[in-house]
């Protein structure tokens, strides 16, 4: 067990899938080290998705933490002590080697049990700002990684290393030609030399996008095809109405994708998205140009700091939410189509697939070593 190849490992983080799908990504990666993996959570998406992946999960109590007063911050206190006993208890049960942390609530409760019962945490930060969950973590945390460069200055005095995020290994196995099939159009005849912009609504705000996307279309269509994923129940707001029959068919909606998901992204030349941390660096690692809309409204500002990171290293263009108008948006894709190639060039040095999860694998082994 001293060399950290074998042994316990304790995935945590939820709330979101943003905290639950780069832990994912790295299970397979852990155990093809020899660590048995183990998953502890809260009753929420965090559950759902790790026991569909197969991982042994253990539910604790969680609140929810607040920068602002409110009568739950009473009950949530006395949750959070709660899960931090059950964590406790769970680690000296089930004797981990170590717990890595995504953040979000629950991972509070469960990185202080471990910490009292000494087992050392690796946290990792998604966007360049921590949150507040994170922010406590990182005190009880044996190292800090990662995404963004810029979030070294809020971890000036605790040990932390840069790492990128660990990407769906799935995300890289896209086929432009199976995308076309997806949205029933065909690579030959007239059309088929047309860019495609892909418009990613996200799940909150997205009606608002999807109301914009729609007014642009009939400028759009004239020069690309145009794929419009409009987020969950909102396909409704995706109906383009009447278009010309020519420039109907260069327009597909659809709520959602899952499996095909990385067959549109293969289909796409350009993106226009949110500035989630784990989608962005989706679009990054397969080489997708990229028009950011950070979300604005019921935000943290954290989508607004990782859009501007993106946009100060060349990799994408970024609209301002309150800015967002139809005009702006034919304008911004026209632009982009114009310099694809010199936006892919950069792109080209932006990611490399393997180094964000060998450095993570790297630190973990380290902790496990150093509690030996």
């Known amino acids: 067990m001293r060399d950290g190849s074998h042994g316990l490992l304790i995935l945590t983080g939820g709330g979101t899938a943003g ?10 990666v852990f155990r093809a080290t020899g660590l048995d993996i183990a998953y502890i959570g809260s009753r929420g998406i965090e559950q759902e998705l790790s026991e569909k992946a197969g991982i042994r999960f253990f539910r604790v109590q969680s609140g929810k933490l607040r920068r602002y007063f409110s009568f739950e911050n009473v009950l949530d206190v006395f949750r959070l002590c709660v899960g931090v006993l059950q964590s406790y208890f769970l680690m000296l049960r089930l004797r ?13 409760p469960v990185s202080v049990g471990a910490w009292l019962a000494g087992v050392p945490v690796v946290s990792h930060e998604s966007d360049v700002s921590p949150g507040l969950a994170n922010r406590i973590i990182a005190r009880f945390a044996r190292m800090n990684v990662y995404a963004f460069p ?4 809020y971890l000036v005095s605790r040990k932390s290393r840069c790492v990128g995020i660990p990407v769906r290994p799935e995300i890289f196995s896209g086929d432009r030609a199976r995308g076309f099939r997806i949205c029933g ?11 495609v912009v892909l418009f990613m609504g996200g799940s909150q705000g997205a009606k608002f996008i999807n109301d914009v996307v729609l007014e ?18 909102k396909l409704e707001s995706g109906k383009a109405g009447r278009l010309p029959g020519e420039l109907a068919t260069r327009y597909r909606a659809f709520e959602f994708l899952n499996t095909e998901l990385p067959d549109v992204l293969a289909a796409a030349d350009l993106a226009l998205c949110r500035s ?3 989608s962005i660096f989706e679009m990054l690692a397969v080489r997708k140009p990229m028009i950011l809309v950070p979300l604005e409204k019921g935000s943290r500002g954290d989508q607004i700091l990782n859009a501007e990171s993106f946009r100060r290293q060349g990799w994408a263009e970024v609209i301002r939410e309150s800015d967002l108008n139809a005009t702006l948006i034919v304008e911004a894709v026209r632009n982009a189509i114009n ?14 697939r393997d180094s964000s999860a060998a450095a993570i694998l790297e630190e973990v082994h380290a902790a496990i070593r150093g509690r030996g």
């Not at 159009?185 to 860019?195: F, I, N, Q, T, Y």
């Open 96 to 108: 981990p080697v170590c717990v890595f942390s995504k953040g979000g609530f629950v991972a509070v």
């Open 339 to 352: 310099d694809l190639d010199a936006i892919k060039a950069r792109l080209g040095s932006g990611f490399d």
């Open 150 to 153: 810029e979030t070294s200055r």
């Open 19 to 28: 905290h639950v799908m780069p832990n994912l990504a790295l299970a397979p």
């Open 276 to 278: 989630g941390a784990n």
């Open 185 to 195: 159009w065909s690579l030959e005849g007239p059309d088929g030399a047309l860019p």
């Open 216 to 233: 642009a279309l009939p400028v759009l269509l004239q020069f690309c095809r145009v794929i419009h994923l409009t987020g969950r129940g």
